[in-house]
């Protein structure tokens, strides 16, 4: 069995910080790309920010200058340090990770999901 469990979300006026962090754990073999999604209420889940297991990150638009993704690869954890937020960004913010497992001597990578933390900021 794999997890990730997303912490770090809450309430915040405009202009606030969260930093909101996912933690993988269970049977893993690698992580490769980790990554962070939301969805607003009537929305579709998009992404904001993933991360290679190198480090390289990657955003959307919207959150470039305002977020910073990083990770820990020796705790299989993914973090998402949230600047200058603004009513736009409030959402249920969800982990992803492609994680591999060993099954019958070989690695197979799937993606995971988190249950999601929510995260709201008001004007």
């Known amino acids: 069995q794999v997890q990730l469990v997303e912490s770090g979300g809450g309430w915040v006026q405009r202009g606030g910080s969260l930093r909101l962090s996912c933690a993988a754990s269970?049977?893993?073999?690698?992580?490769?790309?980790m990554g962070w999604y939301r969805q607003a209420p009537g929305k579709q889940r998009e992404l904001v920010a993933t991360?290679?297991?190198?480090?390289?990150?990657n955003y959307v638009a919207s959150v470039k200058g305002r977020f910073t993704i990083s990770r820990e690869n020796a705790n299989d954890t993914v973090y998402l340090q949230m600047d200058s937020l603004a009513p736009e960004d409030t959402g249920l913010y969800y982990c992803?990770?492609?994680?591999?497992?060993?099954?019958?001597?070989?690695?197979?990578?799937?993606?995971?999901w988190g249950h999601g933390t929510q995260v709201t900021v008001s004007s």
């Open positions: 991360i290679t297991s190198g480090g390289d990150p």
């Open positions: 992803n990770a492609y994680i591999g497992r060993l099954v019958g001597g070989s690695a197979y990578y799937a993606p995971y």
């Open positions: 269970g049977s893993i073999f690698g992580i490769g790309s």
